[in-house]
């Protein structure tokens, strides 16, 4: 089986700089976070609302990135940065 992402559910974690989300292989949850700074380069503004805006508008992007970043080492934890993204916008 392949990662996927079930779970639409996203959190926004200020004191880590990220917004957090998680996908799944087969059995396995897999945690991935993307840092504040990656959302930034995507034009999200300051605060958590506009992070998660950001994410929401971005997400199939940003879900590439982690399954790209998945693909290359199978972890159980993935910190996508801006390098993930490409500086997309």
Same mark, same amino acid.
């Given at each position: 089986? =392949?990662?996927? +992402?079930?779970?639409?559910? /996203?959190? +926004?974690?200020?004191? %880590?700089?990220?917004? @957090?989300?998680?996908? =799944? $292989? !087969? =059995?396995?949850?897999?945690? +991935? #976070?993307?840092?504040? $700074?990656?959302? /930034?380069?995507?034009? &999200?503004?300051?605060?958590? !609302? #506009?992070?998660? *805006?950001? +994410?929401? =508008?971005? %997400? $199939?992007?940003?879900?590439?990135? !982690?399954? *790209? *970043?998945?693909?290359?080492?199978?972890? @159980?934890?993935? %910190?996508?940065?801006? !390098? $993930?993204?490409?500086?997309? &916008?």
């Amino acid at each position: 089986m =392949s990662l996927n +992402f079930p779970n639409p559910v /996203r959190s +926004f974690d200020a004191g %880590r700089s990220c917004v @957090s989300f998680w996908g =799944s $292989d !087969a =059995s396995l949850e897999i945690a +991935f #976070q993307i840092e504040i $700074d990656a959302l /930034r380069r995507l034009g &999200a503004e300051p605060g958590e !609302a #506009q992070m998660l *805006a950001t +994410f929401d =508008s971005h %997400r $199939d992007a940003i879900l590439s990135a !982690a399954a *790209a *970043a998945y693909g290359r080492h199978k972890g @159980s934890y993935h %910190r996508l940065t801006v !390098a $993930d993204i490409g500086g997309k &916008a």
